[in-house]
């Protein structure tokens, strides 16, 4: 692979062509990725892997081009924070860091266990359109 960051968009068109339209031209990333994305903030998850797992927790930023999730009180690590205007004494806080979203699955509201999430369409009533709303593959049961 190689880094979009340090190439030219000559190049990265002529790349594309050998690594089937990699290049995206003026396609908006951000709102393609979020169309995939299956986490929201304030939603209740889970830690699937790492050294966090089985910890559960609320999800209070979600990075969409990173793919990553920061959630409240899990993943903590000390930094030295030198003295200043915000911290006179400084010392060491306790700042968290964001998990990738492939480890983190969504709490089920019905059973609280993790659990898969899917879209499907909702049908609105006679004069509002439908929309499309998450819900748990384990239960069924709607999360949006």
Known sequence: ?????????????????????????????????????????????????????????????????????????????????????KNPEGGVALKSLPLHASNVMLVDPKTEKPTRVGKKWIEGKKDKKGHWARFAKGSGELID
Not at 27 to 55: A, P, Q, W, Y
């Open 1 to 85: 692979m190689f880094c979009l960051l340090k190439t030219k968009k000559w190049d990265l068109q002529r790349r594309a062509k050998q690594t089937k339209n990699l290049y995206l031209g003026e396609i908006n990333i951000k709102e393609t990725i979020m169309s995939k994305s299956r986490l929201k903030k304030g939603d209740k998850v889970m830690v699937v892997s790492g050294k966090e797992k089985g910890k559960t927790g609320e999800v209070t930023q979600f990075s969409v081009s990173s793919n990553r999730v920061l959630i409240e009180g899990l993943n903590q690590v000390k930094r030295h924070v030198k003295a200043g205007p």
